[in-house]
């Protein structure tokens, strides 16, 4: 099984760019259309035209590199990959453009955002913006494409596709005619990771550990979820704490109430529409350093369940002091960061 370690945080969310309050009360569901200060986030030329999910995910993999202490730019461009989560950062995008062909023709659409309507594209401007030539992935399925982008990621590193890997989440607000569109995930959370065993620049938050699974209509819950979570849970010693972010469908049900049989701390959450929420909460516990034997779970509706196990070394060292947002990572790569 695959381990990512951790070398930088960052988050770009509605209210804050702190990955300690990725869990704060002042990420509001649903905000309004233009919550980001792209100027402020994103100094320079090229920007403010993207589609807001790319914006949001420029930013937190800005603030993560400046987090990291230039570990992404410490190996070659041709040793660096991108694998991204996302479920709906293009939705809006889409809704407009087919408002757009119905009212004005296709003529009518905004050259700069129109390849946009890809979803490989949120990948690829990333890749543009940090010179990673080694390889893009963009990972889509509902609820879990987060943590399923760090297993990839995880896998790719352990198969020498790469050195260092930027694993991302973004989503955006859904259109208003959207089911769920008032409980919407919004903003983007990244991370900059390597092999355990790789030297780096930057102190570790810990490492992250991901096994999925499925469960099928009708399955029995024991016999899905069993494996993943004997893999990740063999070597605890105690029962571990257990993040379950799940929905009220039948498949979270399932989930929780298996979780609820296990021998572990057990703490369940709302999860958003979208694939943001489990990664606000795994970002969230590797920034206070509280991820010691923790393990977040979330599932979909449609019987997609991904586990992730955190495991952070003890606070014996003091963070780094606060990043600054304003500084472009890009022009200095070896800027010192911040963990906040």
């Known amino acids: 099984m695959s381990t990512l370690n951790v070398l930088g945080v960052g988050v770009c969310l509605p209210g804050t760019d702190k990955p300690t309050e990725a869990l704060s009360s002042v990420i509001t569901g649903g905000p309004g259309p233009g919550w980001l200060d792209v100027a402020a986030a994103l100094p320079g030329r090229g920007y403010k035209r993207l589609p807001p ?65 890809a979803m490989s594209l949120f990948a690829s401007r990333l890749a543009t913006e940090h010179q990673v030539n ?69 102190p570790s938050y810990g490492t992250v550990r991901v096994r999925t699974a499925f469960l099928a209509p009708g399955a029995t819950a024991h016999r899905a979820l069993e494996n993943a979570w004997r893999d990740l849970t063999a070597d605890t010693d105690g029962p571990p704490r257990v993040d379950a972010i799940v929905d009220d469908s039948p498949v979270g049900e399932a989930v929780l109430a298996w979780l ?3 021998c572990a701390d057990l703490a369940s959450f709302p999860a958003g529409v979208g694939a943001l929420t489990p990664m606000r909460h795994l970002v969230a516990a590797l920034a206070a350093r509280e991820g010691r034997h923790r393990i977040l779970v979330t599932a979909a509706a449609e019987g997609n369940v991904a586990f992730a196990r955190l495991d952070a070394p003890l606070p014996t060292t003091p963070l780094h002091p606060q990043q600054n947002p304003q500084q472009n990572p890009q022009q200095n790569p070896q800027q010192k960061g911040n963990r906040t």
Do not use: H, K, W
């Not at 995008?93 to 062909?101: P, Y």
């Not at 050195?163 to 089911?179: F, H, K, M």
């Open 53 to 117: 999910g790319c914006q949001y995910l420029l930013a937190a993999t800005a603030n993560a590199q400046a987090d990291a202490d230039g570990a992404l730019f410490a190996v070659p461009a041709d040793r660096r990959g991108i694998v991204v989560g996302t479920n709906n950062a293009g939705m809006a995008l889409l809704d407009e453009q087919d408002r757009t062909i119905i009212d004005a023709g296709a003529d009518a659409i905004a050259p700069l955002s129109a390849p946009y309507f």
């Open 260 to 262: 609820g049989n296990r």
């Open 134 to 202: 080694g390889f893009t992935l963009t990972v889509n399925s509902p609820r879990t494409a987060a943590l399923d982008a760090l297993a990839a990621g995880a896998r790719a590193l352990a198969a020498g596709r790469a050195d260092a890997l930027v694993v991302g989440a973004t989503e955006e607000t859904l259109p208003d005619c959207e089911p769920g569109a008032d409980s919407s995930d919004t903003g983007a959370v990244a991370l900059i990771c390597a092999r355990p065993d790789a030297r780096s620049p930057a």
